[in-house]
Nanobody, 126 residues
Framework: VQLQASGGGLVQAGGSLRLSCAASGRTFSDNAMGWFRQAPGKEREFVAAISWSGGSTYYADSVKGRFTVSRNNAKNTVYLQMNSLKPEDTGVYSC????????????????????WGQGTLVTVSS
């Protein structure tokens, strides 16, 4: 099972990036999923989560109104659209998911997941 994040890069403050997380090895179409990030020298933090249907989404206060999480279950892929980027958004972004499709989305919010993907680096210059 693999979760592979992509789409990171270097962008100026105020710019946008779209991250993708492609799952392989099993389907996650029935699982809540989430995005986390880790800035240099800091703990990993929750960024966004989405229910299996996409009907419910949750965001960290620091990204509300700027980031949008979405998913395409037919492609087994979750996305993170990041707009109005700030230097403090710099970090390695990873996607994550619980193993069980019945796990509540709170499991993702709390970071109590079973699968962590390889991250993608986002660097926002001022």
């Amino acid at each position: 099972v693999q979760l592979q994040a992509s789409g990171g890069g270097l962008v100026q403050a105020g710019g946008s990036l779209r991250l993708s997380c492609a799952a392989s090895g099993r389907t996650f179409s029935d699982n809540a999923m989430g995005w986390f990030r880790q800035a240099p020298g800091k703990e990993r933090e929750f960024v966004a989560a989405i229910s299996w249907s996409g009907g419910s989404t949750y965001y960290a206060d620091s990204v509300k109104g700027r980031f949008t999480v979405s998913r395409n279950n037919a492609k087994n892929t979750v996305y993170l659209q990041m707009n109005s980027l700030k230097p403090e958004d710099t970090g390695v972004y990873s996607c994550a998911a619980p193993s069980s499709p019945t796990a509540p989305i709170k499991v993702v919010l709390d970071g109590l997941v079973d699968y962590w993907g390889q991250g993608t680096l986002v660097t926002v210059s001022s």
